[in-house]
């Protein structure tokens, strides 16, 4: 049974900074297609950095609303990927998602897109304060 546990969340000031983790059972996320969400109070949930492994090293995708201030790593060893998210602001205030999926086979959807995972974890929340 595939499990996937966050960790990581709180409060910070406008500027400041977090680490997320996401810890991965009964799965092993180098072979997953992986990856953090968020969802904002009234909003859908969107895709903010997710890893695809295949060949020629995978692809590795992030939001344009995050690119430069957050950064996408994980720990094979550990099984565990992690979520470095500096320069925090307000609008970032959310709850944030790990997820995971052996690899979707349908028709093209953006790695970015949330139908295309499988997995979810319970959900860790973010708030940034101005």
């Known amino acids: 049974q595939v499990q996937l546990v966050e960790s990581g969340g709180g409060s910070v000031q406008t500027g400041g900074s977090l680490r997320l983790s996401c810890v991965a059972i009964?799965?092993?996320?180098?072979?997953?297609?992986v990856g953090w969400f968020r969802q904002a109070e009234g909003k859908e949930r969107e895709g903010i950095a997710v890893?695809?492994?295949?060949?020629?090293?995978?692809?590795?995708y992030y939001a344009d609303s995050v690119k430069g201030r957050f950064s996408f790593s994980r720990d094979n060893a550990k099984n565990t990927l992690y979520l470095q998210m500096d320069n925090l602001k307000p609008e970032d205030t959310a709850i944030y998602y790990c997820a995971a999926d052996p690899g979707y086979t349908g028709d093209y959807i953006s790695p970015l897109v949330a139908r295309r995972y499988r997995y979810w974890g319970q959900g860790t929340q973010v708030t940034v304060s101005s």
């Open positions: 890893f695809t492994p295949g060949g020629g090293g995978g692809g590795l």
């Open positions: 009964g799965m092993t996320i180098s072979t997953y297609d």
